[in-house]
Nanobody
Framework: VQLVESGGGLVQTGGSLRLSCAAS????????MGWFRQGPGKEREFVAA????????NYGESVKGRFVVSRDNAGKTLYLQMNMLQPEDTAVYYC?????????????????WGRGTQVTVSS
């Protein structure tokens, strides 16, 4: 399985960005995909996840109400719409795939990871 993120960039405080993650290879039919991020000098943090099986979603507390996770109909492209961005959202954002259908925040459950895309929010 390969995961490729895109859509990162530089944005001003209060702006929006939309990240995409394209999955290829043998993903199976029942899995979950998620977003994690790691800011400078910070630990990896769960952002959001979505189950392909039932469409259930899960969000980290710091992004609730601002970020929305979604997927395309085929379920192989994951999106993250990020609104009201703040400087503390600055991080490398990683896409990950969990072979089980649970939109968990536990990074250990995600077997496949992308290389990440940089998001920088200027103040």
């Amino acid at each position: 399985v390969q995961l490729v993120e895109s859509g990162g960039g530089l944005v001003q405080t209060g702006g929006s960005l939309r990240l995409s993650c394209a999955a290829s290879g043998h993903t199976g039919t029942s899995y979950a995909m998620g977003w994690f991020r790691q800011g400078p000098g910070k630990e990896r943090e769960f952002v959001a996840a979505l189950s392909k099986r039932d469409g259930s979603t899960n969000y980290g507390e710091s992004v609730k109400g601002r970020f929305v996770v979604s997927r395309d109909n085929a379920g192989k492209t994951l999106y993250l719409q990020m609104n009201m961005l703040q400087p503390e959202d600055t991080a490398v954002y990683y896409c990950a795939l969990n072979p089980s259908p649970f939109a968990t925040s536990d990074a250990q459950r995600y077997r496949y990871w992308g290389r990440g895309t940089q998001v920088t929010v200027s103040s």
